[in-house]
T-cell receptor, first 117, second 113 residues
């Protein structure tokens, strides 16, 4: 069964450093998402991406964050200058499509645990 | 702001019993409500969803009930098994647009063998 994959599974970085989290969405999916989950808290939406553009972003997704689909398979989240409070699990998700009257299931990857020291 | 939240942070049930996990929501504009299961070290896994114009939907061993009058959502798991132990999140989304999912605070289900 196709699945979303993410690398690395755990990333440790120093405060102020740049990190890139990588995701490979399901191959025929068109909509891509990043979410994060601070330890013990709920999963929070960061950004959605479609047709090589950000379609929606949350207040969390400030100028320090960026997303990119550099090729036909990868979807990346970059944090330019990490802060201690960026420590969290970051989940990538993808969905096949959206339509006007139905909801299409988002498939989540296993996550990347980011630890900022 | 509007949000989705849960009543109980932890629920312990005996194996074989039925489990009921509850959720309160406040965004009346949501079209869909979803239950996710998250096992340790994994991402959220879709269990079942229900459209806002329905009040009940059944899956395999799971039933979701939606009461729009009191803005309440519940997940019923029949004959709970040890493999059901996980954190369960209710969430909401909407049709059309880019369908960001707004998660509630999870409930940890512990199944006692």
């Amino acid at each position: 069964e196709p699945e979303v994959t993410q690398t690395p599974s755990h990333q440790v970085t120093q405060m102020g450093q740049e990190v890139i989290l990588r995701c490979v969405p399901i191959s025929n999916h068109l909509y891509f998402y990043w979410y994060r989950q601070i330890l013990g808290q709920k999963v929070e939406f960061l950004v959605s991406f479609y047709n090589n553009e950000i379609s929606e972003k949350s207040e969390i997704f400030d100028d320090q964050f960026s997303v990119e689909r550099p090729d036909g398979s990868n979807f990346t989240l970059k944090i330019r200058s990490t802060k201690l409070e960026d420590s969290a699990m970051y989940f990538c998700a993808s969905s096949l499509r959206t339509s006007g009257s139905s909801y299409n299931e988002q498939f989540f990857g296993p996550g990347t645990r980011l630890t900022v020291l | 702001g509007e949000s989705v939240g849960l009543h109980l942070p932890t629920l312990s049930v005996q194996e074989g019993d039925n489990s009921i996990i509850n959720c309160a929501y406040s965004n009346s504009a949501s079209d869909y409500f979803i239950w996710y299961k998250q096992e340790s070290g994994k991402g959220p896994q879709f269990i079942i969803d229900i459209r806002s114009n329905m009040d009940k939907r059944q899956g395999q061993r799971v039933t979701v009930l939606l009461n729009k009058t009191v803005k309440h959502l519940s997940l019923q798991i029949a004959a709970t098994q040890p493999g059901d132990s996980a954190v369960y999140f209710c969430a909401e989304t909407y049709s059309g647009g880019y369908q960001k999912v707004t998660f509630g605070i999870g409930t940890k289900l512990q199944v006692i063998p």
